[in-house]
């Protein structure tokens, strides 16, 4: 079953923090975050592995908790740039980990002056 | 580095007819890559994992006589869509991992966009 993502859209102007989160229903071995631009292919941000965490960009972190099998993460100082739509990817724990993803809902993301 | 490019960018066909789409990892050696299909403002859906020199896993749903995988080598993926449809339109997109990296991101390609007239 698809990860849920909330909130499905937000609007904000440009230096405002967001926090867009991801909720699975099974036990999670690592999750992925990508941002998508219309038309366009994903683009990795960061990875969350179970047991560890690690950040990828100065201005978005994100966490993990594996007990409650969700991730959030956050955008600070937001940039007309940081607009798109944002997918949490995660692989599961009885797939063996592995590489196979299960791309989340998507949270639209707008970034005004 | 860790660059995945797909051929071609964009394809328009008629209905009953196949379309070939190649997925290459330029820079970096890929065992296994992925296949995914996107509609219009919807997430990315899996459809199948590509094993080089083996057969590929498809997901549940998923008609593997109408979406033909090769993996013929560390670089290259194929994706035939056979006897296509219009309701075969959509956003197809391939991703792979750099195995020799200890890390765990998928690199993806910038995605075919297949419309069936």
């Known amino acids: 079953q698809q990860p849920v993502q909330s909130p499905q859209a937000v609007i904000l102007r440009e230096g405002e923090d967001a926090v867009i989160n991801c909720s699975s229903s099974k036990a999670l071995y690592s999750v992925h975050w990508y941002r998508q631009k219309h038309g366009e292919a994903p683009v990795f941000l960061m990875i969350l592995l179970k047991g560890g965490e690690q950040k990828g960009h100065e201005k978005i972190s994100a966490s993990f908790n594996e007990k409650k099998q969700q991730s959030s993460l956050y955008l600070t100082a937001s940039q007309l740039s940081y607009s798109g739509t944002y997918f949490c990817g995660t692989t599961h724990i009885l797939t063996g980990g592995g590489n196979k993803l299960t791309f989340g809902t998507g949270t639209q993301l707008k970034v005004e002056l | 580095g860790a660059v995945v490019s797909q051929h071609p960018s964009r394809v328009i066909c008629k209905s009953g007819t196949s379309v070939k789409i190649e997925c290459r990892s330029l820079d970096f050696q890929a065992t296994t890559m992925f296949w995914y299909r996107q509609f219009p403002k919807q997430s990315l859906m899996l459809m199948a994992t590509s094993n080089e020199g083996s057969k590929a896993t498809y997901e549940q749903g998923v008609e593997k006589d109408k979406f033909l995988i090769n993996h013929a080598s560390l670089t290259l993926s194929t994706l035939t869509v056979t006897s296509a449809h219009p309701e075969d339109s959509s956003f197809y997109i391939c991703?792979?991992?750099?195995?020799?990296?200890?890390?765990?991101?998928?690199?993806f390609g910038p995605g075919t966009r297949l419309t069936v007239t």
């Open positions: 991703s792979a991992r750099d195995q020799a990296r200890a890390t765990y991101e998928q690199y």
